[in-house]
C-alpha cells in the first residue's frame, strides 16, 4: 500500500506539466462555478505560488550568471554573439507585429482608476538617472525588490571576479546554481496547484461576466503570439540552420513554450530551457 502511495505521488510529481496545468485550470473554473465562498478561500495557494516564484527567480538569475561567468574559460567558444542577434532580431519583430494588429484591431478596455499617483519621468536625464542608480543599487536591495538590472550587474561583476578564484570555488558556485535551479523546479511543479487557486479566485471575485469584456483582446493576443511562434520564428530558425524548422519549432513550444505561456516567468522557465538544451545535445 506504502509503494503502490509513493508511486503515484512520484507519477504525480514527473508526469506532465502542461496536462497537469490543464487540470488545474479546469478544476478552477469549475470550483468558481459550483462555490464562490471556497474558490476565494483557495486563492491562498495561488498568492502562495506566485510569491514562491518571485522570491527564487531573482535567486536563480544571479546564480546563473555568476557560475556562468566563473566557469568560462578564456578562449572558449560561446556562440553568444549570434544568441543576442537572434533575440535582438525576434523582439523587433515581436514589437512590429503588435504594433501592426493593435491598428489593425484596435482594442477597448474599461480599467478602475487606482488610488496611488503614479509621476511618470520628466526627460531621459531622469531616466538615465534612474538605471543608473537602480544599477548600483545594495545587491541585498536588488534581490528582495527584484532589481533585475542590479542583480545583474552584481552578478556580472561577481562572475568575472570569481574567474580567479580556486577550481574549487568556481565548482562551488556551479553546485550552487544547480542547487537553485532544482529548487526553481520544485516551484515549478507546484504550478497546476497555484493556477487552479488564481482562476477560482480571479474567477470569484470578478465574475465570469469579467471574461467577456477580455475574449477579444485575448483573441488578438494569442493570434499574434501564433503568428510569431508558427511564422517569424521558424523562418529565423530556417536562416540558422538552413533545414525543415518545425520539427525543432514545435519540439520547443511543447516542452518549453507552454510551461513559459502558464506559468508567466521568464526566470522560472530558464531550468525547462536548460533541460531542453541537454536533451537536444546543445553545448
Known amino acids: 500500500m506504502q509503494k503502490t502511495l509513493s508511486s503515484r505521488l512520484g507519477a504525480l510529481f514527473t508526469g506532465s506539466l502542461v496536462k497537469q496545468i490543464m487540470v488545474g485550470l479546469i478544476a478552477g473554473v469549475a470550483l468558481a462555478w459550483i462555490s464562490r465562498d471556497a474558490a476565494l478561500a483557495v486563492g491562498l495557494l495561488g ?21 556562468s561567468i566563473a566557469n568560462h574559460q578564456q578562449g572558449q567558444k560561446s556562440n553568444i554573439r549570434p544568441i543576442i542577434v537572434l ?37 531621459i536625464t531622469e531616466v538615465l538617472r534612474g538605471l543608473l542608480m537602480s544599477m548600483v543599487a545594495n545587491p541585498i536591495t536588488a534581490l528582495m525588490n527584484a532589481n533585475y538590472i542590479g542583480i545583474l550587474v552584481w552578478a556580472v561583476g561577481l562572475g568575472l571576479a570569481f574567474r580567479h578564484s580556486s577550481d574549487t570555488t568556481r565548482t562551488l558556485l ?104 541537454k536533451r537536444l545535445g546543445l553545448d
Open 87 to 123: 533575440y535582438l532580431l525576434s523582439t523587433f519583430f515581436a514589437a512590429v507585429v503588435a504594433v501592426v494588429f493593435s491598428h489593425l484591431v484596435p482594442q477597448t478596455l474599461t480599467l478602475a482608476a487606482g488610488s496611488t499617483e503614479i509621476t511618470p519621468p520628466s526627460g
Open 174 to 277: 556551479n553546485d550552487a546554481s544547480h542547487a537553485v535551479t532544482w529548487l526553481v523546479r520544485c516551484v515549478i511543479r507546484c504550478a497546476p496547484v497555484g493556477i487552479f487557486g488564481l482562476v477560482a479566485s480571479i474567477l470569484a471575485s470578478t465574475g465570469f461576466g469579467a471574461l467577456w469584456q477580455y475574449a477579444h483582446l485575448l483573441t488578438l493576443l494569442i493570434g499574434c503570439m501564433l503568428l510569431m511562434a508558427l511564422v517569424v520564428n521558424p523562418l529565423l530558425v530556417f536562416s540558422k540552420i538552413r533545414r525543415n524548422p518545425y520539427p525543432l519549432v514545435f519540439t520547443c513550444l511543447r516542452e518549453s513554450g507552454v510551461t513559459a505561456f502558464f506559468t508567466r516567468s521568464s526566470a522560472a522557465n530558464i531550468p525547462v530551457n536548460m533541460a531542453l538544451a
Open 47 to 67: 498568492e502562495l505560488f506566485v510569491s514562491a516564484l518571485k522570491a527564487v527567480a531573482p535567486l536563480l538569475v544571479l546564480m546563473l550568471v555568476i557560475a
